[in-house]
């Protein structure tokens, strides 16, 4: 069994800042990509950022040059900081992993979601 436990999601001005956080746990043997997805209200979910095992990343346009994703292999977690947030960036955010068990299998893994509400 593999979870997902995303974190840091909130209320925030616009301008401002939030680092979201996922962590994997489980019968994990190796976690190959992860990254962030969004999802606003009537939309489709999209990529915001990835990252994979040898720590290459690649963001949405959308959000280059304020958000930065990063990871942490020893603590099998994937962050999200985001900077100058804007309305448009409101949205549940849901974190993904590609991961290799235990028992050999590989497949997708999502977090359940947290939200991100940028406001005045």
């Known amino acids: 069994q593999v979870q997902l436990v995303e974190s840091g999601g909130g209320l925030v001005q616009p301008g401002g800042s939030l680092r979201l956080s996922c962590a994997a746990s489980?019968?994990?043997?190796?976690?190959?990509?992860m990254g962030w997805y969004r999802q606003a209200p009537g939309k489709q979910r999209e990529l915001v950022a990835g990252?994979?095992?040898?720590?290459?990343?690649n963001y949405a346009d959308s959000v280059k040059g304020r958000f930065t994703i990063s990871r942490d292999n020893s603590k099998n977690t994937v962050y999200l900081q985001m900077n100058s947030l804007k309305p448009e960036d409101t949205a549940v955010y849901y974190c993904?992993?590609?991961?290799?068990?235990?028992?050999?299998?590989?497949?997708?893994?999502w977090g359940q979601g947290t939200q991100v509400t940028v406001s005045s």
């Open positions: 990252i994979n095992s040898g720590s290459s990343a």
């Open positions: 489980g019968s994990i043997r190796m976690i190959y990509d």
């Open positions: 993904h992993a590609e991961i290799r068990t235990i028992s050999w299998s590989r497949r997708d893994y």
